[in-house]
């Protein structure tokens, strides 16, 4: 059964995972709230059990600055040494921008939904 974790600026939730993993970002990725959310998404990774895909879902999020970029790019990172696929569900098109502006486009699996 996928795990599900809710990322919400006040208080992120943190669940143990097996599978496939499904993180929801809840609100903006940006300096006020990256630090919750990059916690977060930091301890899904670090309770990843063997090689699996992490998909942070991001419908419920519509702005993300370079803080908000910079800690996907950081849980990529940390993902991709422990075999982890970080995918981006559902982007904003700005978000989309930011990767593309960035250069950081190729470096993430994108789906729709």
Do not use: K, W
């Amino acid at each position: 059964m996928p795990a599900e974790h809710d990322a919400r600026p006040s208080r992120p939730a943190d669940e143990g995972i097996t599978g496939r993993n499904v993180f929801r970002v809840v609100g903006e990725l940006d300096l006020d709230h990256v630090r919750a959310v990059d916690e977060a998404l930091l301890a899904v990774l670090a309770d990843g059990d063997g090689p699996t895909e992490i998909v942070v879902d991001l419908s419920n999020s519509s702005f993300c600055d370079s803080s908000g970029l910079n800690a996907l790019l950081r849980a990529r990172e940390l993902g991709l040494r422990a075999g982890h696929t970080l995918v981006l569900a559902a982007p904003s098109h700005r978000l989309l921008r930011l990767l593309h502006l960035t250069g950081s486009a190729d470096l993430f699996p994108v789906r729709s939904a």
